[in-house]
């Protein structure tokens, strides 16, 4: 993916070997390509494998130095712990409802259980 972003030019049978949806979720991390991205998803059955991977890297070339991975966020397993006693789900369920919390109500989970 990270081609798409240099001056390399790769083989048509290399620019097959890109998956279209990796290649949509890679442009998404960024502002400046998200749009180029979206256009992909929406048509990525009717442009070919090769075309796809040509229009991202005109539309990019130059443009973009360099797409972050988004960084993981540290899971309070504190947190987790009052979610899966509460709610008595897995530690898997609860880092999901976790995720779909605010931070006032992930501060309650985190003091409910302290005394008791």
Known sequence: MTSILSTY???????????????????????????????????????????????????????ITFIQNQKKEKIDTKITDNISRYYKVSEEHAIEYMELMDEVQRQKFKTMYDGS
């Open 9 to 63: 030019k790769p083989t048509y049978d290399e620019k097959l070997t890109v998956n279209s949806f990796f290649m949509c979720r890679y442009l998404s991390n960024h502002p400046q390509s998200v749009f180029v991205g979206n256009m992909i998803n929406i048509y990525y059955n009717q442009i070919p494998l090769d075309r796809q991977y040509d229009f991202a890297k005109q539309l990019i070339s130059g443009k």
